[in-house]
């Protein structure tokens, strides 16, 4: 799955520190997502859609092979 969290954080101005706080997650949570290293679940999904005002398609990809 893809994902462009840290475009939108770039947007808004947060880093992952902020963005951590803000879902009550670490940091490290938010580096793995951006990494693809770690899918969230869905209510961290729906967490990062109203933090950013955007819907969970619009951060999240699912790629063929997914």
């Known amino acids: 799955m893809k994902n462009n969290l840290k475009v939108q ?6 880093t992952q520190e902020d963005l951590a706080k803000l879902l009550g997650v670490s ?10 290293r770690y ?3 869905t209510v961290l999904a729906l967490k990062l859609s109203k933090v950013f005002e955007i819907s969970v398609n619009d951060i ?3 790629e063929i092979e997914d």
């Open 60 to 62: 999240f990809e699912l």
């Open 9 to 14: 954080r770039a947007i808004k101005d947060l």
């Open 39 to 41: 899918v969230p679940s």
């Open 27 to 36: 940091r490290q949570t938010i580096n793995s997502i951006e990494k693809n």
